[in-house]
């Protein structure tokens, strides 16, 4: 676990250390963008920009998917991580609502059901 | 306040799920112990409401809850808070009685999220499914921790760390 974390550390340091990737990175945080956006956005070859984002996605800062004939990359697990998080948050509100939402329901229901059983008598 | 340790069993305590379906829309589910015709009065009657929407982990004071739930009616709520209390309003645009509700949320200006509510009952329970609309990524985005009430929370924090410096500079 240790060796695994430090590995990890290790290649995110790595790949943060050149200021391509890390322009990369700052880039993807506004929007996705293909790999020949990146690479005009650089001015680089789309060889050049394929290692760096190489090298993002081998830290898991980026992913990348093919659609067509397209290439799009966009920020990695660390983004999906902030997303769980976000509906943990989420869940956590409906769920403190919904469980006051169900004493009210309960206790009218039982007076509903009290009010019927004194009518019948 | 313990309802549930009445001479009736507890009902079991049903999960809440959370899935944002898009980019800009979430869905909350949960079925609640109860008949729609019910639970539909605890989203409408304001007396009902205000015993229930403030989730218990937020620090917020609901000081006034006004419903009006017919389609163009208001609703407003407004919260305690320093140094102004904070209102969030909006206006129903469907009302199905005991099936169906929608509303739009205003606060934060024309073209904001829209709520809608469906009940279906099914042996006494009631299903209550819940989708937030927003108008795009970010808005939903913010909803996380419900913008306005997340600004809420901010400012206190804040103002306990301001506590919290204040005493430490005054040892």
Known sequence: MVHYMTTRLDRS????????RRGVLEQLGRADASITDLAATFHMTLTGIKKHVGVLERAGLVTTKKIGRVRTCQLGPRRLE?????LDRY?????????????????????????ERKKRK | MNARSESEPGPVKNRTTVERTS???????????????????????????????????????????????????KYRLVFDHDPEPVA??????????????????????EG?????VTFE???????????????SKES???????????????????????????ESAGR
């Not at chain 2, 645009?93 to 169906?100: F, I, K, M, W």
């Not at chain 2, 009952?121 to 108008?135: A, D, F, I, N, W």
């Open chain 1, 82 to 86: 902030d997303e769980t998080a976000w």
């Open chain 1, 13 to 20: 340091f790595a790949a943060l250390s050149d200021a391509t």
């Open chain 2, 112 to 116: 904001g999220p829209v709520t809608t």
């Open chain 1, 91 to 115: 869940r956590r509100r409906w769920d403190e609502r919904f469980d006051e939402l169900d004493k009210v329901v309960e206790e009218l229901t039982r007076k509903e059901q009290r009010d």
């Open chain 2, 140 to 166: 939903l985005d913010a909803a996380g921790t419900g913008a306005a009430e997340a600004m809420i929370e901010t400012f206190d924090q804040l103002d306990e760390l301001l506590v919290a410096l204040a």
């Open chain 2, 88 to 109: 969030f309003f909006g206006t129903y645009v469907e009302v199905q009685p005991y099936a169906r509700l929608a509303w739009t949320n205003e606060e934060g200006g």
């Open chain 2, 23 to 73: 980019d800009r829309e979430v869905v909350v589910t949960r079925t609640i112990n109860g008949p729609a015709r019910i639970v539909f009065e605890a989203f409408t009657k304001a007396e009902l409401f205000k015993r229930w929407w403030v989730p218990k982990s937020m620090p917020m004071t609901l000081l006034s809850c006004e419903i009006d739930a017919r389609v163009g009616g």
């Open chain 2, 121 to 135: 009952e099914m042996g006494g329970k009631t299903l209550v499914v819940l989708r937030e609309s927003h108008p």
